[in-house]
């Protein structure tokens, strides 16, 4: 008798080719798009916004979904990466960040970024500081955290049940999803190529502004700027897609966003600017930076042909057009020298330069009252208006009106 022909046989045949679904290979392509992208909305949802930011707060049911899914997809436990990531906002590109570009390559970001989470991930230390207030009920601790790479071996065991060979290949992909995503793309791109639309504190950057595929964690300058917003997008053309799925929860009672990015509101611009005016400046001190870089930037295409005029090299021109209205400190070390040639052959560049700086140190000044603080800020105001130069006079006019924080 032939063993072929034997029904056991052909049917464990039958399986491994085809699996219990019997898919086709469009199936298989589409199931695995969704599962993934259901793993990259719990770790963004879950994961960074909830439990990392306490952006949002999750019913429980909601949130012991995420933490189900997350154990049979990535095997990650929930306070490690909520530590791990709270380490790295709180030391960003400083050598304690764990996964930073500027620290340890881009290269070795992009592609051991998942080594060097499972590193930081056994540093104690860590954990006891920055993983605070994360899930330690019995299924946490005698399931999910003490058996953590079982789920996803679970997750391999449905793949090969549903799609027989193949679901090897579906498998792989999904435990690839997060550390190519997340591990690598995220944390090393984001914070190494991109646009910027706030100059915070660090080098996060917008990698793109439709990124459906990784769940809104795209927009990561935003996020560094407003790290506790549940919303991550702040553009008209950028798309949160997280952010859709959080209300869709919210209408259905299982969220409940905590907060998101001001809003900056303008009214009647007063006489002068007054401790109202300082306030409502610190508060929205991204935004009104950002509105002082748009008019730098006007003010530079403005001046460029009388630079041109000068016969500057046309790195010095290069160099106006990408640096001059970034924070000093974030200007590369060989690029300052053309920028301090363009200032000094042109007034106009090194007034707006001088006075951004200027506007800046409002915030940062630790030792001045808030009264003389005001004054300073009065007196930037007067300069400003007085300076001949259109964009100052009508950015102070703009300040003047900024209004206080609005939800």
């Known amino acids: 008798m032939n063993l072929l022909d ?61 933490r189900f899914w ?32 500027h620290v340890h390559g881009i290269r070795t970001v992009l592609l051991q970024g998942s080594e060097l989470y499972r590193a930081e991930s056994k540093n104690a230390e860590t954990l006891a500081r920055f993983g605070h207030g994360t899930p330690d009920d019995w299924i946490e601790r005698n399931l999910y955290s003490r058996y953590s790479w ?83 997008s702040v553009k008209p053309f950028e798309f949160d897609i997280g952010w859709l799925y959080i209300r869709i929860l919210q209408s259905l009672g299982l969220a409940t966003v905590k907060k998101i990015p001001p809003r ?24 009104v930076m950002a509105a002082y870089a748009r008019r730098m930037r006007a003010v530079v295409r403005a001046e460029l042909p009388t630079l041109r005029q000068q016969a500057l090299d046309a790195s010095v021109l290069q160099a106006v057009k990408r640096w001059l209205h970034r924070d000093v400190d974030k200007v590369p070390a060989d690029v300052r020298s053309k920028i301090e040639q363009a200032r000094a052959a042109n007034p106009v560049l090194d007034q707006m330069v001088s006075m951004r700086e200027e506007l800046r140190q409002l915030w940062l000044s630790t030792n001045r009252t808030r009264e003389q603080l005001a004054s300073d800020l009065q007196a930037w105001c007067r300069r400003a208006e007085n300076s001949g130069i259109a964009a100052l006079r009508e950015f102070s006019q703009q300040l003047r009106a900024v209004q206080a924080r609005q939800p």
Not at 40 to 49: E, F, G, K, M
Not at 87 to 101: I, R, V
């Open 150 to 232: 079982q789920g996803v071996g679970l997750m391999m065991i449905v793949d090969l049940a549903l799609f027989g060979a193949a679901g090897l290949a579906v498998w792989a992909v999904q435990m690839a999803w997060i550390p190519v995503t997340a591990a690598g793309i995220i944390n090393g791109a984001a914070h190494y190529w991109g646009y910027r639309n706030f100059e915070a504190p660090d080098a996060s950057t917008n990698i793109f502004p439709w990124g459906i595929i990784i769940g809104g964690e795209e927009l990561h300058n935003n996020h560094h700027t407003y790290p506790t917003s549940a919303k991550l």
């Open 6 to 66: 034997t029904p056991i046989l052909s049917a464990a045949i039958d399986w491994l080719a085809h699996g219990l679904w019997q898919a086709s290979w469009w199936q298989i392509v589409l199931f695995t798009l969704v599962m993934t992208h259901i793993t990259i909305a719990s770790v963004t949802i879950y994961l960074h916004r909830h439990s990392a930011h306490r952006a949002l707060d999750l019913h429980p049911v909601a949130a012991h979904f995420f």
């Open 70 to 101: 997350l154990w049979l997809t990535t095997g990650m436990v929930t306070k490690e990466w909520t530590a791990i990531h709270r380490k790295h906002h709180a030391k960003c590109e400083q050598p304690e960040d764990p996964h930073s570009p």
């Open 264 to 287: 900056v509101a303008y009214g009647v611009a007063r006489p002068v600017a007054d401790e109202r005016t300082l306030e409502a400046l610190i508060a929205h001190r991204y935004e």
